[in-house]
């Protein structure tokens, strides 16, 4: 069979990859895999809630993250590491409750369709976007959407700052801060 040559996002795929045995060795293993059929019926339902495009969708339970081609096009390289680093963030929280795979999988499916917080507000994704603000940050690159706690959807700049103690699954106390 005749070598392939790498599309441009597979190729900053294989970049980011590379990164994050730096920056996260625990999760750099993940496979990163083209959505399937599934994915994408997800990251369809999950865009049109949220009104944008699912770029990728990591999966705790199973381990591994899927990213949409057509998604992920036009990023730059440092935001496609920043949604690596997103996505792996989730599977080292899917890694860090433990538990059975059925335990795993409640707790990923209660995250995803929690009645009370919208999405941004959630203390899973308010976590995996701090990740994405402090690499941008380090690189000296303005950070990229954030969440905002009025309504629901993302505001453009700013950090969002969990202490400590308030991480995990089911606890959200957090405090905005203007960038300078």
Do not use: C
């Not at 999760?27 to 990163?32: C, D, E, L, Q, S």
């Not at 929280?93 to 917080?117: N, V, Y």
């Amino acid at each position: 069979m005749p070598h392939q040559a790498l599309t441009p996002i597979e190729r900053q795929l294989l970049l980011a990859k590379s990164k994050m045995w730096q920056e996260m060795p625990d999760v750099a293993n993940t496979p990163i895999e083209p959505m399937g059929w599934l994915d994408r019926l997800i990251g369809r339902a999950k865009g049109s809630s949220l009104g944008g495009t699912t770029l990728a969708l990591a999966h705790p339970v199973l381990g591994k993250v899927a990213y949409s081609p057509e998604g992920m096009t036009n990023q730059s390289q440092g935001e496609t590491e920043d949604t690596v680093a997103h996505e792996l963030t989730h599977i080292r929280q899917g890694r860090r409750g433990g538990g059975s795979l059925f335990e795993r999988a409640l707790a990923a499916a209660r995250g995803a369709f929690d009645p009370i917080l919208p999405y941004g507000q959630q203390s899973d994704e308010l976590e995996a976007f701090q990740t994405e603000n402090d690499r941008a940050l380090r690189e000296g690159r303005e950070p990229g959407s954030r969440p905002k706690f009025e309504g629901t959807g993302f505001r453009e700049t700013g950090s969002v700052y969990l202490r400590p103690e308030t991480q995990g699954p089911g606890r959200l106390m957090a405090r905005t801060r203007k960038n300078r």
